[in-house]
């Protein structure tokens, strides 16, 4: 099915446009015409009133709609995740998964390749573009919501199961002083994304990770020690590194928004993204879930456990484009692209997401700007009204 996009305020992913059209053939972009001409053959949306842009990528999501990515998920739970964040906006996910037994890895893993096998068929399970393991090679000093019990060093089996080509996008996040440069270089070399989070690196550990092939920083500020004046570590080697890319979980709980502010200045254009590291409590009405046996409960827009530590982010990616305009200072073109080209870029998926253009992945989404609501969403060109 032929489809025309008419009336919106149109962002491409470099600029707004006015007066502009959109047609997707298929699962991708068609043409980006100069006004409105309702053509036979098309279904027609009309987006009066709403800002139509690249549908976000979120890389960090724990959860949503009541599901955690873990032992018991199947495609089922899969598939409503991915659900769940199509209403706030994102298009493309890599589910997360928290350290854990390697039971549960392989079981999540398997979940992750299985549903490729339905990327063409499933409009919610083709927003699944790979897999992201947070941990478990993580540092146990840091206050994080990992059970001490399930961090461990990598071994060649948890490689080759991280490094798996049927997962699609893979991307770990791992404490490099905790891992190892011969494992880093492991990974890099069979095509994963590696970045650094949890960790106590120091400065001259972080260089040397970055010279081994780290490519980011998950979640910059959160889990990790703060810049010292004498002991930069990894937050000041992520800073001065201008090509090292950033992770901000901007919900104003686990980063303070002039920390954040700080790191847009400081780094490169277009090296800081957004991520929601969204739990199950995102579009769900529920008052508490369980995980790995703790009890977790949203308070006051944040995930607490029951001692009132936080155990994650009530986020969306809407919520974070509207924080980074709001908190963060950011106009919304920049807002936008760092929810959506600068991820695509991030994961190597910018040759086909990030941009509306012919030819592109129609994946787009339609929100208001004035109340911060998706209206519309398409993933592969299958349209959703919400």
């Keep these: 099915m032929k489809q025309l996009l008419q009336h919106a305020r149109l962002f491409d992913g470099t600029q707004f446009h006015a007066g502009k059209a959109v047609t997707l053939d298929g699962g991708l972009i068609g043409d980006i015409m100069e006004r409105s001409v309702s053509p036979g053959g098309y279904e027609v949306h009309d987006l009066t009133g709403l800002v139509l842009a690249p549908g976000f990528i979120d890389v960090h999501v724990f959860g949503g709609g009541g599901h955690m990515v873990g032992a018991d998920m199947g495609l089922a739970e899969l598939e409503a995740i991915a659900e769940t964040h199509r209403q706030f906006g994102t298009t493309s996910l890599l589910p997360t998964l928290l350290s854990d037994e390697w039971e549960v890895m392989a079981h999540v893993s398997s979940c992750i390749r299985r549903a490729h096998k339905y990327w063409g068929e499933n409009s919610a399970l083709a927003a699944i573009k790979g897999i992201h393991f947070d941990g478990p090679c993580l540092s146990p000093s840091i206050g994080a919501p990992h059970h001490t019990t399930h961090l461990r060093r990598l071994d060649a089996a948890l490689i080759d199961l991280m490094s798996h080509p049927d997962l699609g996008i893979r991307l770990v996040t791992l404490a490099p002083e905790r891992a190892g440069l011969d494992s880093l270089k492991a990974l890099t070399e069979a095509g994963v994304l590696v970045c650094a989070g949890s960790s106590a690196a120091t400065h001259q550990e972080a260089l040397q990770a970055i010279r081994a092939g780290l490519r980011g920083v998950t979640k910059l500020f959160a889990h990790m020690p703060p810049i010292g004046a004498t002991a930069p570590g990894l937050v000041g080697a992520a800073l001065d590194d201008q ?144």
């Excluded at 409960?297 to 924080?323: E, K, Y």
């Excluded at 695509?344 to 030819?359: E, L, S, V, Y």
């Excluded at 998706?374 to 060109?381: A, R």
């Design 243 to 386: 090509e090292l890319w950033c992770g901000l979980l901007a919900d104003g709980f686990h980063v303070h928004p002039a920390a954040m502010r700080m790191a847009i200045k400081a780094k490169a254009k277009g090296k800081v993204f957004l991520t929601s590291g969204a739990m199950a409590s995102v579009g769900w009405d529920g008052e508490k879930f369980d995980f790995q046996g703790r009890g977790i409960r949203v308070r006051n827009g944040v995930c607490i456990f029951a001692d009132g530590t936080m155990a994650g982010a009530h986020l969306t990616m809407i919520g974070a484009v509207r924080n980074a305009v709001e908190l963060l200072d950011q106009p919304l073109s920049e807002a936008l692209r760092m929810a959506s080209l600068y991820p695509a870029q991030f994961i190597r998926m910018d040759m086909t997401h990030g941009i509306i253009a012919p030819g592109f992945a129609a994946d787009l989404v339609a929100f208001d700007p004035e109340n911060w609501v998706v209206k519309h969403s398409w993933i592969n060109g299958y349209h959703r009204a919400h």
